[in-house]
């Protein structure tokens, strides 16, 4: 044991000599190192092939200038970025973020944890991310118009359909798509598929809005079952007010349960009379189309409590679904949550626990799903999307309905298939990560060192 310790010791502190100053990054290398090293030492065919010190290095790391005009004839000049972190498997696939906190550490976290999510999906997609500092909080429709064609102008020679696959993030929905596809498809004067998330008019898949909060909820489901439990009269705490929220939110209402909080940042929203489908409509409205602050619902809904400057952690919940970004539930939150009787807890978001907390919840044996297994629907989709693409056809909202069911049971089987041992819960954050390690190690293996 101590021996284990101390390969896993010099390993981070190797990794960590080569990437100063990115935290996020090293918690994620950090998390799974802890799991997978143990696994890697004990086969013979991963020992001594150092095959995870090739995996956190990125393939390729894009970084560029995104100058533009803004409304009042100022230049504006932000940085762009595309981490390509691993093909072994597939065409680097992953998120665009948009939002001032973006930088070197977070999109290589976020690249890093892709290539596991997209392993796990089973689909054949390798990892990426990118983005930029660019906040499109209080930007016009133009001015985010100008923005994404100036960042597609240097994007473009580095993606392609079969190259590296974009899609959305924070910050990055359906209109952003919509200019940035605009924008590759007047430069290389081709209509394909490099971008995921289209609207469906265009080359897009339906079901793909929906994908990540419908499955973190199905995954939360195959969870609940496992222990012979379901999600009908369960009580539900989601943070966040996006994407990802909204379908998560829209599901749990689908399947009997009650949402009481939903967040934004500045604040969260409590509803004890649960959020409804009408209340849910009135939200999307609000915060895809008006594109305001989630505070207005308790001026539409007065029964409901609107807290400033605070997360929804300290209320009362069966489950938690962390739905807006990383490290945004700590140590003492998830002290709270288990203390007020939450039993689990599904990432809707990526790292959106602290280490710390996460922890605490294995010690405790709540039911805890990492977002790389959780909200992996999101890609799966998008893969199904890029499926579509190819076969030049589309599928029905049913048959993409039942593929990403699928995906998220395989999903969760593959954890169950490493993440099990007799009298523990399931640890599904060691089973999602040796899983998706196994499947790319073995790619990385077969294709010689490169
Ligand atoms: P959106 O931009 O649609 O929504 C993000 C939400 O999170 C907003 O409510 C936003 O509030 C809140 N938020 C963002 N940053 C912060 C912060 N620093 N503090 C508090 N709240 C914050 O993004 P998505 O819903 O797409 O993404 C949410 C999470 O899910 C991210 O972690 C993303 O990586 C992850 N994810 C997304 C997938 C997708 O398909 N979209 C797939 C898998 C994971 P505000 O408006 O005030 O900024
Ligand atoms: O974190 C994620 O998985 C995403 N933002 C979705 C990526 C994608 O390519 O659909």
């Not at 994404?148 to 910050?171: V, W, Y």
Request: glycine fraction near 10%; proline fraction near 3%; charge should be neutral.
């Amino acid at each position: 044991m101590i021996e284990m310790e101390k390969i896993i010791k010099q390993f981070l502190s190797e990794v960590n000599q080569k990437n100063q100053n990115e935290p996020e990054f090293m918690q994620a290398v950090t998390e799974v190192a802890e799991t997978v090293i143990p696994y890697i030492v004990s086969q013979d065919i991963y020992y001594g092939q150092n095959i995870l010190l090739r995996m956190v290095e990125p393939e390729r790391v894009v970084s560029f200038r995104v100058a533009w005009i803004d409304d009042n004839e100022e230049i504006q000049v932000n940085r762009g970025y595309r981490i390509e972190m691993n093909s072994a498997i597939g065409p680097y696939k992953g998120g665009l973020r948009f939002h001032p906190s973006v930088n070197l550490s977070i999109l290589k976290f976020l690249a890093f944890e892709q290539v596991f999510k997209n392993a796990l999906t089973t689909l054949p997609m390798g990892g990426g991310k990118g983005g930029s500092d660019f906040d499109p909080k209080g930007k016009s429709d133009t001015e985010v118009m100008r923005f994404c064609q100036s960042f597609m102008t240097e994007l473009f020679r580095h993606i392609g359909p079969n190259k590296d696959i974009p899609a959305g993030d924070i910050g990055v929905g359906g209109r952003e798509i919509g200019y940035l596809f605009g924008q590759y498809k007047r430069l290389k004067n081709e209509f394909s598929g490099v971008l995921t998330g289209k609207g469906v008019s265009w080359g897009g898949s339906l079901i793909r809005p929906e994908a990540t909060g419908y499955g973190v909820v199905y995954f939360i489901d195959e969870m609940l079952k496992a222990s012979n439990q379901d999600l009908k009269g369960k009580s539900v705490v989601i943070s966040g007010s996006g994407n990802v929220a909204q379908y998560a939110t829209e599901k749990c209402i689908h399947m009997g349960a009650k949402v009481l909080t939903l967040s934004d940042s500045s604040g969260y929203i409590y509803d004890n009379d649960g959020i409804n489908e009408e209340k849910l409509q009135y939200i999307m409205e609000l915060k895809n189309v008006k594109r305001e602050r989630i505070s207005a619902y308790v001026k539409k809904y007065p029964k409901a409590e609107f807290y400033a400057n605070k997360n929804p952690w300290s209320v009362k919940c069966d489950i938690a679904i962390p739905c807006a970004t990383q490290n945004e539930l700590k140590v003492n939150d998830a002290k709270v949550l288990i203390k007020n009787g939450c039993k689990t807890v599904g990432e809707g978001a990526n790292m959106p626990c602290t280490s710390d907390a996460v922890n605490l919840f294995i010690e405790n044996e709540v039911l805890y799903a990492p977002g790389k297994a959780s909200n992996a629907g999101g890609v799966a989709v998008s893969g199904l999307e890029m499926a579509q693409n190819s076969l030049k056809y589309t599928w029905s909202r049913e048959v993409v309905d039942g593929k990403l069911k699928e995906i998220m049971s395989d999903i969760h089987s593959s954890c169950l298939k490493y993440g099990s041992s007799k009298g523990h819960q399931v640890n599904y954050v060691k089973g999602a990560n040796i899983a998706g390690f196994v499947k790319v190690a073995d790619a990385m293996l077969a294709q010689g060192v490169v």
